[in-house]
């Protein structure tokens, strides 16, 4: 009799009310899911376990302008720029329809600029064509400017301004500068009234340029007065410039009083 009533007690509700009553523990015991740490507790330097990583505040990084498009012919200079600006300072990297630009010495080369990057492709060919993009990141984020440049086919050739006239006294340097564009790209000479310039050493040198050539004349004299010209010539056509060099005699004119 004894075993059965403790059989009719440890049945149905019974069974629970003497869990209850015997185990005071048991009554801490919820339906809600697992315990949650406490929000106080802290680990190693004190952030908060529910927060989220926190960056410093003076961390950014933007793009100042849009990456710039070009349209041009074979055989000039193409200059793509990457202007950013963040803290700290980004790594920049450069891809053409997304692979990596390799520089190749004379004709592509990447340089730091003091608003970013600069990609600079010279003597162009139309396998040039495509997407340029940089991409900019530092410990705050990552972005992207992208660029189309355009190469078409086609001869040409054309001065890009015209050529400058000097007066001056002897003693003097002056610096006569042929611009020109074209392609193929296109030899030069220079005349000075009608007859080829020579080269003398280092008072008179003839010297190619980015956009072209400079004849630069030291210690001038009156004979070097006269009419100089640049004559360019490529498949395409020859063209000519002239400008005209005045050397006076006498010393330099200085303002009064001085």
């Known amino acids: 009799m004894y075993k059965t009533s403790i059989k009719s007690t440890l049945s149905g509700k019974h069974f629970v009310l003497l869990l209850l009553m015997c185990c005071p523990l048991f009554g801490q015991i919820s339906t809600d899911g697992p315990p949650k740490p406490d929000r106080n507790y802290s680990i190693g330097?004190?952030?908060?376990?529910?927060?989220?990583?926190?960056?410093?505040?003076?961390?950014?990084?933007?793009?100042?302008?849009?990456?710039?498009?070009?349209?041009?012919?074979?055989?000039?200079?193409?200059?793509?720029?990457?202007?950013?600006?963040?803290?700290?300072?980004?790594n920049i990297k450069w891809l053409k329809n997304d692979s990596s630009i390799s520089q190749e010495p004379g004709r592509v080369t990447i340089r730091k600029t003091e608003y970013g990057s600069r990609l600079r492709i010279q003597n162009l060919d139309t396998t040039d064509t495509g997407y340029y993009q940089c991409i900019a990141s530092n410990s705050n984020a990552t972005i992207k400017a992208t660029g189309l440049l355009n190469v078409k086919h086609g001869y040409f050739l054309n001065f890009l301004t015209p050529m400058n006239n000097i007066n001056t006294v002897e003693g003097q340097a002056a610096n006569l500068h042929c611009r020109v564009a074209g392609y193929p790209l296109p030899s030069i000479r220079w005349l000075k009234n009608g007859s080829l310039v020579i080269q003398k050493g280092k008072r008179i040198t003839i010297r190619k340029t980015e956009y072209g050539s400079r004849l630069r004349i030291q210690d001038l004299n009156t004979s070097d007065t006269g009419f100089y010209q640049c004559v360019a010539s490529n498949k395409n056509k020859t063209i000519t410039a002239t400008g005209v060099l005045y050397v006076k005699d006498g010393q330099s004119p200085t303002l009064s009083g001085q």
């Open 45 to 90: 330097s004190g952030e908060d376990l529910y927060s989220p990583l926190r960056r410093d505040k003076n961390y950014f990084l933007t793009l100042l302008a849009p990456m710039n498009n070009i349209t041009t012919f074979q055989g000039q200079t193409a200059n793509l720029h990457c202007k950013v600006a963040g803290y700290p300072l980004p």
